[in-house]
């Protein structure tokens, strides 16, 4: 059935994605309702606004939003400058809300707190299709419903983060104790007065938790009694270093280089294996009980920050049908291609509409949130996933389908390097050997006519946060 055009596209989040999805339904001419829980566009940027990102300019525009700011005299940042996320908000995100027919549909601290039908609950069959989305949101006038002919969820995963624990449960004591932050604070500048000459705790092994470490080292540089702790929940410390001079982010390599240069200088102190068992705060500090490598031990602390991941938040899409991977939670056509346990490729293979797809018809999760739990996502893949949704919706099943992505390699494939190279690939096993190709995955991609799959000939071990 066609969409009844007299009603928005509702799109949940006002960050890049979210904005470009916004910006695709515009180029459509249909009427996006865009629902931002924060105070302003791009609120979880805001949030992390300190921090620099892997990739360039080029990478973090969207082909429609462009054209719309273009269109009214945007002045475009350097292609190749490497933004932080305040930049990304103050000259993209802002630019792009401004444009009148992006603010006129957005609402600024709106927070959604349900999504149905129309006189229809989740288990409502008959005729479900043909009914209007209902949206439930509150702000700060009270609650409000709209109905919408689809929905864009693109409400990213930020304010979730995952806990300390090992088994995906807060830590005895985590949620109590007032001395953790999460994600990735500002321990450099606004918060500076917590952690310089203090002991901090960094647990988690991604990106995220290498920007807090080498944040904390700066501090070390002006205070030398600035202790830095690095737990990684697993054995080895090899992905945490990124793709170094293989990766064409060169922000992101950079990274990897500078922590394992501080590694080899004996600046941080390096946990492995690390499973916390409890947190409690005593005085003006905290004292975290774990066991590193298989011994118990006691770190009397002044602040721990967990940067583990994020998961996302499925509570308001209760009364929606929607399919998840019961592991990753994401999409079950995409969550393989994504899956931690299987690859952590920095890249996935190009996917579009048919890979985010739900039983709940015109109701798609994209952005971070599609990735369910799984790590290394990328604002250029989510811009071309609402490319590929707004189009399905617009009616242009065929541009729907096109793939029209193009990722750098990341310089990082995964396997255990407890496994000989050659029994085993990154991305779905070893490649043929008549072919010149790294995996399964690279193979198949290259006997299709395209470059690959995304994936680096380099091997590294995989140590998931």
């Known amino acids: 059935m066609a969409l009844d055009s007299n009603l928005p596209v509702a799109v949940i989040g006002a960050g890049p994605v979210g904005l470009a999805a916004a910006a695709r339904l515009v180029e459509a001419g249909i009427t996006p309702l865009i629902l931002e829980r924060g105070a302003s566009v791009g609120s979880a940027l805001v949030d992390w606004g300190h921090v ?52 006129d549909n957005l609402k600024l601290s709106a927070t959604v707190k349900a999504i149905t039908r129309a006189g229809f609950d989740k288990v409502s069959s008959n005729g479900r299709e043909a009914a209007p989305f209902v949206v439930r949101y509150n ?32 830590v005895v004591g985590e949620i109590a104790s007032g001395r953790l932050s999460y994600g990735i604070p500002d321990v450099a500048g606004t918060r500076r007065a917590d952690f310089v000459g203090k002991r901090t705790l960094v647990v988690g092994s991604g990106h995220s938790a290498i920007n807090v470490a080498l944040a904390l080292l700066e501090l070390q540089e002006s205070d030398p009694a600035t202790e830095i702790f690095w737990a990684l929940r697993h054995h080895g410390v090899a992905r945490l270093l990124g793709g170094g001079l293989n990766d064409q982010l060169p ?70 049908r929607i399919d998840l991977d019961p592991a990753v939670e994401a999409p079950p056509a995409l969550a393989p291609l994504i899956d931690p346990n299987l690859h952590s490729c920095g890249t996935v293979p190009p996917h ?67 496994v000989n190279a050659t029994s085993s690939g990154c991305c779905g096993g070893p490649a043929p050997l008549e072919t010149d190709a790294c995996c399964v995955a690279d193979a198949t991609a290259k006997s299709e006519g395209k470059s690959g799959c995304g994936c680096s000939a380099s091997v590294v071990e995989e140590e998931r946060a």
Not at 150 to 157: F, L
């Open 139 to 170: 702000d700060a006038t009270g609650e409000h419903d709209v109905q919408a002919q689809a929905v864009i969820d693109a409400s990213g995963t930020w304010t979730q983060p995952n806990p300390m624990g090992i088994n995906g449960l807060p």
């Open 352 to 418: 579009s509409v048919d890979e985010l797809a739900h039983p709940e018809k015109d109701f798609y999760i994209v952005g971070s949130k599609s990735y369910g739990r799984a790590p290394t996502f990328l604002m250029k893949t989510g811009y071309e996933q609402v490319r590929s949704v707004v189009a399905e919706l617009a009616g242009d099943h065929l541009a729907a389908r096109r793939v029209e992505l193009v990722l750098p390699e990341t310089g990082v494939c995964s396997v255990d390097l407890a």
């Open 251 to 320: 922000e992101r390599g950079a990274l990897g280089l500078a922590a394992k240069k501080a590694m080899d200088e004996g600046r941080l102190k390096m946990l492995t294996s690390f499973a916390g068992r409890s947190v409690k705060s005593e005085g003006e500090g905290v004292v975290v009980e774990a066991v590193s490598n298989g011994e118990p031990i006691t770190l009397a602390l002044d602040h721990v920050v967990v940067t583990t991941g994020f998961r996302p938040d499925l509570s308001f899409l209760r009364e929606l």
């Open 52 to 103: 620099r990102v892997f990739s360039p300019w080029k990478y973090n525009i969207d082909d429609a939003a462009r054209r719309l700011l273009d269109d009214h005299g945007w002045s475009a940042p350097r292609a190749d400058g490497v933004p932080t996320g305040r930049e990304i908000v103050q000259n993209y995100l802002l630019p792009l809300s401004a444009i009148p027919q992006i603010a």
